[in-house]
Antibody, heavy 120, light 107 residues
Framework: QVHLVQSGAEVKKPGASVKVSCKASGYTFTSYYMHWARQAPGQGLEWMGIINPSGVATSYAQKFQGRVTLTRDTSTSTVYMDLSSLRSEDTAMYYC?????????????WGQGTLVTVSS | DIQMTQSPSSLSASVGDRVTITCRASQGISKYLAWFQQKPGKAPKSLIYDASGLQSGVPSKFSGSGSGTDFTLTISSLQPEDFATYYCQQYNSFPITFGQGTRLEIK
């Protein structure tokens, strides 16, 4: 059974960075992509980026270019999303989601979400 | 970027009804369209992939159709647990984009 378990809620000050983890289990970690998306309070879903199974290639939404970094650790089956230069508008629930198929991968399973609050 | 537009933005229906939600892409996306269900305070749940494929474990009351630019999600025989917000998403090309959501409410 596929499980994606994310790290706990974070409170950060403007200008700081946050690193959210997503630990995968129940499948062959290196055979699937991992997406990240976020949802501001009361708003819709926003795609941030994807890391491929080899962990070498990633693709990011233009909006987050230069601020977001996706990495993975195959020894622990964990993917990390690092977002820097935080501002109040980054307050949101952040989700990891397993990607399947081709490079522009579909999504089949989601993590439970991690709330990141940016406040002075 | 490919813009995804859902209609309606909100919808009221009764238990037992059949409803259809539409999603239109600003350019052709072949079959690369997914649908997700999200309940308040919960993570999204994947329902449909490749426009009409049913994700594992999803009941057959959910069905998707379409290709190119116009797509639909149909939910038959609505039950209380189906009242939620539904999102479409294109994964034909980067950046991946979502529709704005359709809120399905009990009448």
């Amino acid at each position: 059974q596929v499980h994606l378990v994310q790290s706990g809620a974070e409170v950060k000050k403007p200008g700081a960075s946050v690193k959210v983890s997503c630990k995968a289990s129940g499948y062959t970690f290196t055979s699937y992509y991992m997406h990240w998306a976020r949802q501001a309070p009361g708003q819709g879903l926003e795609w941030m980026g994807i890391i491929n199974p080899s962990g070498v290639a990633t693709s990011y939404a233009q909006k987050f270019q230069g601020r977001v970094t996706l990495t993975r650790d195959t020894s622990t089956s964990t993917v990390y999303m690092d977002l820097s230069s935080l501002r109040s508008e980054d307050t949101a629930m952040y989700y990891c989601a397993r990607g399947f198929g081709r490079a522009v991968a579909g999504i089949d399973h989601w993590g439970q979400g991690t709330l990141v609050t940016v406040s002075s | 970027d490919i813009q995804m537009t859902q209609s309606p933005s909100s919808l009221s229906a009764s238990v037992g009804d059949r409803v259809t939600i539409t999603c239109r892409a600003s350019q052709g996306i072949s079959k690369y369209l997914a649908w997700f269900q999200q309940k308040p305070g919960k993570a999204p749940k994947s329902l449909i992939y490749d426009a009409s494929g049913l994700q594992s474990g999803v009941p057959s009351k959910f069905s998707g159709s379409g290709s190119g630019t116009d797509f639909t999600l149909t939910i038959s025989s609505l039950q209380p647990e189906d009242f939620a917000t539904y999102y479409c998403q294109q994964y034909n090309s980067f950046p991946i984009t979502f529709g704005q959501g359709t809120r399905l409410e009990i009448k």
